[in-house]
Each structure stands twice: as C-alpha cells, then as structure tokens.
C-alpha cells in the first residue's frame, strides 16, 4: 500500500471536529498559514441551522488530521492543507466538484504564500482572478500599545460578567448592515461557549445612553502567542468617533495581558475599501499577505 492510500476523509460531524479543525490551524501558524483557531469559530458557528450550506470533509493520515475543506453554496472552497502532504490537494479539489452542482462556476480562496495549493489550482484547470474584492492580511507586534481614547460619554467594556448575547449579536448585525438570520443570540451564545473565545477579549464601546455602539473581537491562540482580530465594527450613527480604534486597541492590551506577543487582522484590499485598513495601518498594522481567489468554468 502506498503512503498515499493511507489517506482517508470522512464529512464533518459536529464541533468535535470543529476543535480538531483549529488543532490542525494551531499546529501549522506561520505567517504563510491562513487560519487561526479563533477565525474558525467565528466563521463556522455561523453555518448553525444552515449546516447544508456548509458540505464541510476532513481527510487523515493515518489518525492525524491533515487536512479540512468546506464548500459552501453556490459553488466556494475554503481549506486548509498541510504542505507536508501537499499531494492531497488533487483529491480535495474532486470532492470540491463531487459535491458542487455541475453548472456552477467554482471559485477557491487560498493565500498568495500557499504556492503548493496554487499550483495545484493551475493544474486543475484554475485561474487568479484579478479584479474582484480581495483581503489583505495585516499583523503587528505589541509592545508600545497606545492608550484608547474615547469622546466623552462613551465608555468602554467587555463581555466578562455580561450575559446580553442578543445585544452583542444586534450590534454586530447593525455594523455589517446584515438581516436577523445572519447572526442572533442564539449563535452568539454558542460562539461564546466555544474554544477558544474568551469574554474580556470581546471589547465593546457603550454609547452615553448605554446603547453598544462599536466593538472589536479577539481571538488569542496561546499555543503560538498570537490574537487575531475577528470581527471590529462599529453602528451606524457612531462612525467616525475613533470608537472602532478604541476596541482595537481595548482588544489588543487585553490580549497582550493574556500572553499575546503578536496580532493579526484581514480587511479589504481594495482602494475603493480603504476605510477598514487605514484604520488598522494607523494603528501599526502592515501588510503581509494577501488572500488570492482563483476560479474555473464549471
């Protein structure tokens, strides 16, 4: 038997896999990784009453997890690989096609430093696509934080003691203009129970009449001492007040004080998206990868 036909996969089955998902992230953080533990969470409990949307497989080497990929509707692949077993990628790219719908043109997401998933795209028949809303990977260190600053009446908080998942998740919907099905208390609750959230890295601003007003969510993987920022928004009618940069930097100090050593965060790469970015770039951030999309006619 060859080493390659040790590999086996098998469909996602709950948030077991989940925590064995963000082993294999842990494991694998560099600067050329794309996943943090944390951006798994926030990501996937999303997909709660929705897991049909999700055709989520898991693949092994003997028992070890070595790969996992997703594919949601209509027809995008999200996945993380080990490079070790870079051969699988073939294979993970026919069960992408086994388990989209013939007519659908398919798309991957991987970042620019993946080459060995890149060239498995190219040949698979895969094209980067160059025009389109693409994201940038922005990190810093944290040592000489600044002090968040607030006008007056805005105070800031966290989660810590605070049980109100409806108000966090109303906030987080009213940020990102999304309906009520998109997240609710319900999944708030369940991403708060979930590794490896942590309620005083939940930062959030209260408005003067008490109303949450902005917040930034970090995620802290002790393992590799590094916080990633996932999501920061802030509500209509409290924009451009500095209340964004705030939690940032609220998040950033309670990460730090927790062991964090080094934060990263995405945001829209495009100029005519520069909003978010520029925030993170004031604040230290600098660029250093880039997620790429490659695409191919069904």
Same mark, same amino acid.
């Given at each position: 038997?060859?080493?390659?036909? !040790?590999?086996?996969?098998?469909?996602?089955?709950?948030?077991?896999?989940?925590?064995?998902?963000?082993?294999?992230?842990? !494991?694998?953080?560099?600067?050329?990784?794309?996943?943090?533990?944390? &951006? /798994?969470?926030?990501?996937?409990?999303?997909?709660?009453?929705?897991?049909?949307?999700?055709?989520?497989?898991?693949?092994?080497?003997? $028992?070890?997890? @070595?790969?996992?990929?997703?594919?949601?509707?209509?027809?995008?692949?999200?996945?993380?690989?080990?490079? &070790?077993?870079?051969?699988?990628?073939?294979?993970?790219?026919?069960?992408?096609? =086994?388990?989209?719908?013939?007519?659908?043109?398919?798309?991957?997401?991987?970042?620019?430093?993946?080459?060995?998933? *890149?060239?498995?795209?190219?040949?698979?028949?895969?094209?980067?696509?160059?025009?389109?809303?693409?994201?940038?990977?922005?990190?810093?260190? /944290?040592?000489?934080?600044?002090?968040? &600053?607030?006008?007056?009446?805005?105070?800031?908080?966290?989660?810590?003691?605070?049980?109100? %998942?409806? %108000?966090?998740?109303?906030? =987080?919907?009213?940020?990102?203009?999304?309906?009520?099905?998109?997240?609710?208390? @319900?999944?708030?609750? $369940?991403?708060?129970?979930?590794?490896?959230?942590?309620?005083? /890295?939940?930062?959030?601003?209260?408005?003067?009449?008490?109303?949450?007003?902005?917040?930034?969510?970090?995620?802290?993987?002790?393992?590799?001492? @590094?916080?990633? /920022? $996932?999501?920061?928004?802030?509500?209509?009618?409290?924009?451009?007040?500095?209340?964004?940069?705030?939690? *940032?930097?609220?998040?950033?100090?309670?990460? $730090?004080?927790?062991?964090?050593?080094?934060? !990263?965060?995405?945001?829209?790469?495009?100029?005519?998206?520069?909003?978010?970015?520029?925030?993170?770039?004031?604040?230290?951030?600098?660029?250093?990868?880039?997620?790429?999309?490659?695409?191919?006619?069904?």
């Amino acid at each position: 038997m060859t080493e390659h036909m !040790r590999y086996r996969h098998r469909p996602y089955s709950g948030t077991s896999d989940l925590r064995q998902m963000q082993s294999l992230s842990q !494991r694998l953080w560099s600067p050329a990784s794309r996943w943090h533990p944390g &951006e /798994l969470v926030w990501l996937r409990l999303h997909a709660i009453g929705r897991e049909a949307q999700w055709n989520t497989s898991l693949w092994y080497f003997r $028992e070890q997890l @070595v790969a996992w990929a997703w594919a949601r509707q209509p027809a995008h692949l999200d996945l993380q690989l080990d490079p &070790e077993h870079i051969e699988l990628a073939d294979d993970i790219l026919r069960w992408f096609d =086994d388990v989209t719908a013939a007519e659908a043109g398919r798309t991957v997401t991987v970042l620019d430093a993946e080459t060995g998933l *890149i060239d498995a795209l190219r040949r698979n028949g895969y094209r980067e696509q160059t025009d389109g809303p693409f994201y940038v990977h922005l990190g810093r260190d /944290l040592t000489d934080l600044p002090q968040p &600053e607030l006008p007056g009446g805005y105070t800031l908080h966290s989660m810590l003691g605070v049980s109100d %998942a409806d %108000a966090r998740a109303r906030l =987080d919907r009213a940020a990102f203009s999304q309906p009520p099905d998109t997240l609710n208390g @319900v999944r708030y609750r $369940e991403i708060m129970r979930t590794w490896p959230y942590r309620p005083e /890295l939940d930062r959030f601003v209260a408005a003067p009449d008490g109303t949450p007003a902005a917040f930034c969510l970090a995620w802290l993987d002790e393992q590799n001492r @590094v916080a990633v /920022l $996932e999501p920061v928004g802030t509500a209509p009618g409290h924009r451009r007040l500095g209340l964004a940069t705030a939690a *940032i930097l609220s998040a950033l100090q309670a990460a $730090e004080t927790l062991g964090a050593d080094y934060a !990263r965060v995405c945001a829209r790469g495009n100029d005519d998206h520069r909003a978010a970015r520029s925030t993170y770039e004031s604040l230290g951030f600098r660029r250093y990868a880039t997620n790429l999309t490659w695409s191919r006619e069904a």
